[in-house]
T-cell receptor, first 110, second 112 residues
Framework: GESVGLHLPTLSVQEGDNSIINCAYSNSASDYFIWYKQESGKGPQFIIDIRSNMDKRQGQRVTVLLNKTVKHLSLQIAATQPGDSAVYFCAERSGYALNFGKGTSLLVTP | DGGITQSPKYLFRKEGQNVTLSCEQN?????MYWYRQDPGQGLRLIYY???????QKGDIAEGYSVSREKKESFPLTVTSAQKNPTAFYLC???????????FGPGTRLTVL
């Protein structure tokens, strides 16, 4: 029979295009946000972070945008490559720990 | 995975058994964390420790126990009281006062 499970939102992009992954957070008092990349069977890998006193932060090929008004975070990846295929998680600081979203699966096609 | 090691990579447990997952870090980080990840879901906090000999429950601590006798080590025991222990377990650490957590490679636990 058919198995029932949770399905991650999936974003499919062509190699070389830009990718935008979105995330909504819940706590308006959160002051720190972070993006992780997780490849299958591995631990999450830090990509980029941003504090609430900033709207934008750039890294190598990645940019994070923070809109505190609507509690929205986005990760932009420039010139997406096959190695970027993974699940991407946003997280907000919650006390001493991090509160993670469910993740978005990014699939890069040739 | 930046100086955080977890062992074993795969672990199989019979129902009713306790098992202990190892987490070691050589980053001189004060804080350490344990998360659980189920398929298609985000990470949920089990326990965390800000300093040696002190630890706090996270959101899903029932059926788990930890110890923090050394700064570099934070083992997690999955007890028989945990009704659904099959999952991917991730350990993380961060330096004192810092927000960025760095993760280990994970341990996949399967109950037979």
């Amino acid at each position: 029979g058919e198995s029932v499970g949770l399905h991650l939102p999936t974003l499919s992009v062509q190699e070389g295009d830009n990718s935008i992954i979105n995330c909504a957070y819940s706590n308006s008092a959160s002051d720190y946000f972070i993006w992780y990349k997780q490849e299958s069977g591995k631990g999450p890998q830090f990509i980029i972070d941003i504090r609430s006193n900033m709207d934008k932060r750039q890294g190598q090929r990645v940019t994070v945008l923070l809109n505190k008004t609507v509690k929205h975070l986005s990760l932009q990846i420039a010139a997406t490559q096959p190695g970027d295929s993974a699940v991407y998680f946003c997280a907000e600081r919650s006390g001493y720990a991090l509160n993670f979203g469910k993740g978005t699966s990014l699939l890069v096609t040739p | 995975d930046g100086g955080i090691t977890q062992s074993p990579k795969y672990l199989f447990r019979k129902e009713g058994q306790n098992v202990t997952l190892s987490c070691e870090q050589n980053l001189n980080h004060d804080a350490m964390y344990w998360y659980r990840q189920d398929p298609g879901q985000g990470l949920r906090l089990i326990y965390y420790s800000q300093i040696v000999n002190d630890f706090q429950k996270g959101d899903i601590a029932e059926g788990y126990s930890v110890s923090r006798e050394k700064k570099e080590s934070f083992p997690l025991t999955v007890t028989s009281a945990q009704k659904n222990p099959t999952a991917f377990y991730l350990c993380a650490s961060s330096s004192q006062g810092a927000d960025t957590q760095y993760f280990g490679p994970g341990t996949r636990l399967t109950v037979l």
